[in-house]
């Protein structure tokens, strides 16, 4: 078997990477679709519904204005245009990975959706209070995993949660993985010493998180029905093999370059 792991990232691949673009949605949903594509990892970016927001950071007169309410999951009815775009850009990935998600549920795939764990303030917004995501985890074989990843070595606890479609083991393999017991005293509120947010750090899973990922996807994937008379046409893995990620430099880039 040959499995290509790639990214979907702007910055791996200006066109097929760049998911706010219609054209390049419509073609991994068709892959999908096809079955070239068995499995995906992903979350909407966060910076928009982060609860980090809603903290005010004493000694600094600025900071990010909260964008998404309750009343107002998708947006505020005032922003800036700066903003508007940032929410765009958000609702659009959103959109992506929930239409990919089930897609792959489906068709019989592997996902899983990562984003922050439901917040404990009925005040704060969350997607995990939206009526699809309620939708979603209602389905038969599609699960929902909560841990901190201060377990599995992220510098403070990092509650996070992921909707698991058809990888049954997933649970286990991220326990396989966790290496301590002991949640860390961190927290990842307001600016570091070199002037950047503290929550950037944290857009890195740790790697024993990445290994216990990576061990349940892998485990599901192997378990899919397979047809030995399906192939793969040669011009999607011509496309695919530029999208392997493998080299990563040090800096941690803005949450929303927009």
Not at 238 to 253: F, K, N, Q, S, V
Request: glycine share 8%; hydrophobic share 45%.
């Amino acid at each position: 078997m040959q499995l290509f792991v790639i990214s979907l990232d702007v910055v791996i691949d200006a066109t097929w990477g760049d998911i706010s673009r219609q054209q390049t949605r419509e073609f991994w949903l068709a892959a999908i679709r096809a079955r070239w594509v068995v499995a995906i990892i992903g979350g909407p970016p966060c910076e928009t519904w982060s609860q980090a927001r809603e903290r005010s950071i004493e000694g600094h007169d600025f900071a990010p204005r909260v964008l998404r309410v309750p009343e107002h999951p998708w947006g505020v009815p005032s922003l800036r245009l700066k903003e508007l775009r940032q929410i765009r850009v958000g609702n659009d990935l959103m959109g992506f990975i929930l239409e990919a998600v089930v897609m792959l549920y489906c068709v019989g795939g592997v996902a899983a959706l990562e984003h922050p764990a439901e917040p404990a303030s009925e005040s704060s917004v969350s997607i995990w209070k939206t009526p699809i995501l309620a939708l979603l985890l209602s389905l038969p074989g599609i699960d929902l995993v909560s841990l901190a990843q201060g377990l599995w070595g992220a510098k403070s606890p990092k509650p996070t949660s992921f909707v698991v479609v058809n990888a049954p083991d997933m649970r286990q393999a991220l326990r396989n993985w966790q290496i301590t017991r002991e949640l860390p005293k961190g927290i990842s509120i307001g600016r570091d010493q070199a002037g950047g947010w503290s929550t950037a750090v944290l857009k890195e899973y740790p790697p024993s998180l990445n290994g216990g990922l990576a061990a349940g996807l892998l485990a599901a994937i192997g378990q899919c029905a397979q047809d030995p008379t399906h192939t793969v046409p040669a011009s999607f893995v011509a496309r695919c093999a530029p999208m392997l990620c493998t080299e990563y430099g040090e800096h941690i880039g803005p949450d929303f370059a927009g």
